[in-house]
Nanobody, 115 residues
Framework: QVQLAESGGGLVQAGGSLRLSCVAS????????MKWYRQAPGKQREFVAK???????TYADSVKGRFTISRDNAGPSVYLQMNSLKPEDTAVYLC?????????WGQGTQVTVSS
């Protein structure tokens, strides 16, 4: 079992920045791709960013150029640096890990951007 714990969310003004962290625990060996998703009330969960070995990244068009995903070289943590935040970025952000053909999810961290 893989357990994921997100942190770093909060309330910021439009144009501000936040750095989200996701730490994996439990059986963390063989974790491959890691992703960030987000979900706003009443909306579908949407993909935000992905990082895979050896560090290739993919971003949703809505965050490209503003968000950066990264991970420790030999650790279980993944990060999401969010700059130039907009009110439209307000959502619960969830960390996702893929291991042995299964997806694992954290509980999420709330990001609120005021206009």
């Amino acid at each position: 079992q893989v357990q994921l714990a997100e942190s770093g969310g909060g309330l910021v003004q439009a144009g501000g920045s936040l750095r989200l962290s996701c730490v994996a625990s439990g059986i963390t060996s063989s974790i491959r791709d890691m992703k960030w998703y987000r979900q706003a009330p009443g909306k579908q969960r949407e993909f935000v960013a992905k990082i895979s070995r050896p560090g290739g990244t993919t971003y949703a068009d809505s965050v490209k150029g503003r968000f950066t995903i990264s991970r420790d070289n030999a650790g279980p943590s993944v990060y999401l640096q969010m700059n130039s935040l907009k009110p439209e970025d307000t959502a619960v952000y969830l960390c996702n890990a893929w291991r042995n053909g299964r997806d694992f999810w954290g509980q999420g961290t709330q990001v609120t951007v005021s206009s």
